[in-house]
């Protein structure tokens, strides 16, 4: 089993075993490229480059697939969640075809890179449904596919699909797919490795400095490269991006079915926030895995109760036999609807980052892994302006704001609290977290299964907004930029790069 940055358990978290890195890196070697990030978009990455006969090192704060790779529901479509009519209004209709070819392509080159190298991650190609259920909604996807048409993805209006819904109007969409996004990762992580290249895990990136080379400071010492790649999901530190890109988390549920109906083809409605569904087989057992539920992070109080929501939607439809997994993840949206691939803003040179995936990483992890690798390579594509994460524009005194924000000063270091007394001021229960207010300090607490309390500054490191408690996986998560963290403070998911303050806590017996 791996693990992820939630506590609940994944479908795919079983279905690999714990990497185990073939080589060690070498601290006094130059890399060519440094690879940030173990999740599909930095081990896809990685793989090219060495492919392509550079010297990878691809450094992983914890273990390959913690992040939303491992909570993914891995559809791989064409048909996107900004739909092409959407991409065509804000950059014009020539932009809109290259999103439609880079995606084909993308899904084109996975389907090459598992024949080639011949290995078994459950890839099927599928039919996909998207199908209206109202007037609004029939007119939306009315517009939706004369914009698909228009970009070379074919679909038309069906009358029936494998799915028991009832719908007023629905289109199918050919040629997409589906697979186990951990077995993919893994195959791609040990053919990585036999071309030489190097993975490790348990090492974060908390730092880097840009002279001749890049000076790469992690949590397990230095390293220098040439080139490097923030495939990091969200790029750490404070860059201009985190104000583009909006965190949402995303709940999703793998259930068996009595009577073994599954549909191989996929599904979405048109809600807002939408549902989406489609079985996988994995080990001889099929499941029906379905989403959807979706709130910006930290914007929701009661987690667990969109898991009811999603689980009571699913009844409606289906005949459950038993609910095997649910997990929620966090994905993020690029504020004009597709991603920032290429050099990260502030830094022209050999640094670059892919973000703002929204629900389409899947395919879009492959779209930035041939991009960023053609682009450190020198060779030209047609999709570096199209995905330029400089077309944003800067914002007047960033700048001033990044360094005002940037010394995050520990308030608690020399002050010890009174366990006893916050305990009885929080009345947790067991497995509870709560923020409260404590001789003019507030305090993110947190009571686990068997009484202990873990106390916290809630100031997030990343720029010092208040995290709230995320019940459905017990994190503390930051309603600004997306950050999240564990009971114990430390960083789960970016942009922030390090660990709540711990409050030291004392048993003052009188
Ligand atoms: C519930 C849900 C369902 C989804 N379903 C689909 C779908 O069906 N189809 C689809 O196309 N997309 C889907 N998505 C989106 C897709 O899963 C993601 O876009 C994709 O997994 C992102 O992959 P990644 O490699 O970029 O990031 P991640 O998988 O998050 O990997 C980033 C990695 O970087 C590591 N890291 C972070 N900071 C550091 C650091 N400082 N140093 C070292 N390592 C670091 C993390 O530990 C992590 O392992 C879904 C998203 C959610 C939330």
Redesign the pocket.
Known sequence: MISR?GTCMSVWQNTVAPFNSQHFSISDQIYDVVI????????STAFLLQQSGKKCLL???????????????????TLLDTPYNAIANKFGDDKAKLVASSVREAIESMKRRISDINFDCGFRNATAYLFAKDEKQEKELAEIKESALKVGVDCGYVSSMSYPFLFRKAIQIEDQAKFI?TRYVYALAHEFENLGGIIQEQ????GVEENETINVE?SAGNFECRALVY???IP?AVNLLHLRCIP?????MAVRLKGNNYSEALAYDMEDPYN?Y?SQEIDGKTYLIA?GFDHKTAHEEDTEYRFLQLESHLRKSFDISEVKYK??????EADDGIPYIGHLPGHPGNIYV??G?????????TV?ANLLSKMILGQNSLYIDLYDPNRIKPIAGFTQFIKHNADVVKQFASKLFDADKLEVLADLAPGEGRLVKYEDHKIALYKDEYGKLYALSPVCTHLKCDVRWNSAEKSWDCPCHGARYAIDGK?L??PA?RDLEKIPLAVVRT
């Open positions: 940055d940030v990030g173990g999740g599909i978009t930095g081990v450094l992983e704060a914890n273990n390959l697939c913690y992040g939303t790779t491992g909570g993914t529901t891995a559809h791989l479509n996004p090492t974060r990136v908390t992690t495939a990091t999901h750490p949402y988390r995303s709940y999703a989406y489609r989403g997990w929620s993840s966090q994905y993020f892919a973000t995936f929204g629900g389409n990483g899947m395919v879009y992890s930035a960083v998911t970016g790069d």
